[in-house]
């Protein structure tokens, strides 16, 4: 990709945003429409990956790999619980439960 003075360039992206959510991936700071709110870092991660996969379905596993890493218990609940907190600060529609397989970011 070039840059607009015709020399070469890396076009990195420093924020994502669909379904109403913005994260400022720099700040880390969030936005629900238009309105600021409050994150823990393990929120935002979770929040980073499902908006970087819109429309499809993220396992537990794979939310927990990703974001507690290999040393967490699988049975735990807390991709649950963590997902429960980003439901009431997002709204209840932004990520689904496809049941049996995970969740899925609806942005």
């Known amino acids: 990709?070039?840059?607009?003075?015709?020399?070469?360039?890396?076009?990195?992206?420093?924020?994502?945003?669909?379904?109403?959510?913005?994260?400022?991936?720099?700040?880390r700071q969030a936005r629900v429409d238009g309105r600021r709110i409050d994150l823990s870092a393990?929120?935002?991660?979770?929040?980073e990956i499902f908006m970087l996969n819109p429309g499809q379905v993220l396992s537990r596993e794979q939310l927990l790999d990703h974001v507690w890493g290999?040393?967490?218990?699988?049975?735990?609940?807390?991709?649950?619980?963590?997902?429960?907190?980003?439901?009431?600060?997002?709204g209840s529609g932004v990520i689904s439960t496809v049941r049996g397989m995970g969740y899925r970011f609806n942005g």
């Open 70 to 90: 290999y040393d967490f218990d699988p049975g735990s609940n807390i991709v649950d619980v963590y997902v429960g907190y980003l439901r009431k600060k997002f």
């Open 1 to 27: 990709m070039r840059q607009a003075d015709g020399s070469a360039g890396v076009v990195r992206k420093h924020s994502l945003e669909a379904g109403g959510v913005y994260l400022d991936l720099r700040t």
């Open 42 to 47: 393990r929120e935002f991660t979770l929040a």
